[in-house]
């Protein structure tokens, strides 16, 4: 028998809901982006070393605005070194988040899965007569496997 990890439920109205706060997210993030493969492989990554780079070179402008170009807008620098800086913690409560949907989805699949072959099992064991045969039958078209094609015999000369 496997082990049940999840015993739960998910009622229309806590999906509704959780669906309704993931739209108030959105909403109040108005400002995020959908960046495609070829541009988010174009873009330097700002990781954990760089987030102490980016935080010196802001200071470093900020106190030294002279030896920056007019055309650079350190205002705008600013805003994303904050918004970074201000959304990280919404990253990494969201990727967890994530991490647990993910896991949870998978393990109650697999339960799911597995309760359904015991089913069947069960069914094609001690169905017979029962009326079990047509969907006995159905069910296993599941493992049906594709026949497989024969080598090309090679032509005698």
Do not use: C, H, W
Request: no cysteine.
């Amino acid at each position: 028998m496997a082990i049940n990890k999840i015993s739960a439920t998910l009622t229309q109205t806590d999906r509704d809901a959780a669906l309704a706060a993931i739209a108030t997210l959105k909403e109040k993030l108005p400002f995020l982006v959908d960046l495609t493969t070829e541009e988010r492989k174009a873009l330097p990554k700002m990781g954990d070393k760089s987030r102490a780079f980016v935080s010196k070179a802001l200071e470093v402008a900020t106190q030294n605005p002279d030896v920056l170009p007019r055309s650079f807008d350190l205002e705008e620098m600013r805003k994303d070194v904050y918004l970074f800086e201000a959304m990280y913690s919404l990253v990494v409560a969201v990727t967890q988040l994530q991490e647990l949907l993910d896991d949870t989805y998978v393990a109650v699949g697999s339960e799911a899965y597995s309760a359904a072959l015991q089913v069947y099992t069960y069914a094609k064991a001690s169905g017979q007569g029962a009326g079990l045969e047509a969907v006995v039958e159905e069910m296993g078209q599941r493992f049906a496997r594709k026949p497989r094609k024969a080598k090309p015999q090679p032509s005698a000369m």
